[in-house]
């Protein structure tokens, strides 16, 4: 833990690397025994908890960090409401989804399948969030994955081209297939729901897929922006 800490300082990325480790699917496997509401005050205790010693020994020199929605942020102590601007949001490359993924895939091997799909929404959903916040665009709908893509492709322009071959249309319109699966067998079958709800039998392979695919998509909306912002190394 502390070789992690220690590399996201040295790197630059320690704001990444806390938000992370804050991420509620770091906290599943280890409280599987409690309900919703249950899992979500052993949650927000334990962060409140790591953020205070942490801005114990950040306030020697003058910072602290602070949660925003899934973003931490390190701010000046006599900050009270930061300017939120690109260079402090949380960056989501290739690395950090691959960490994700890498993730989602041990947990499949280890049987916790909700997990795994927790984590594919999570891959979709901070891609989303991220490429619209490069462009200083407020993500809307929180928690309804398939309008954030929508917002996406209405800012990104992914929309079928009538004058680009049919195959390419075809896969683009895939892309919305994954999204809606990825969607609904989280809803039913992930640990973030209650288990009162409907839930459906998935097997390894499955899970697997859900995974695979999420990270596949969420590679190339990165390339999207990547190209939309004129980095030729997409």
Sequence with gaps: ???LIDYGIQS?????????L???????????ELDKEEFERYHNKSVESAVSRINDILHFGGNKIIIDGKRVLIVPINATTPNISIKNLKTIDRDYIKSLSDRAIDNIENGHYDSALTQ???ILE???DYVL?????EPSSKGDINKLYKQ????YKMHENKNADKRIN????????IVLAVSEMRNKNSDSHGVGERRLTIDRHHARLAVNSATTMADFILSVEKKSAGDNNY
């Design 22 to 32: 804050f991420d509620k699917s770091n906290f599943i496997r280890a409280v599987t």
């Design 170 to 177: 075809r896969l683009l319109s895939g892309l919305e297939n």
């Design 12 to 20: 630059g990325r320690i704001a990444n690397i806390l938000a992370y």
């Design 120 to 122: 594919a929404r999570t």
């Design 1 to 3: 833990m502390f070789d």
């Design 126 to 128: 901070e891609t989303f």
């Design 133 to 137: 916040e490069k462009q200083n665009i």
């Design 152 to 155: 996406v492709k209405d800012e």
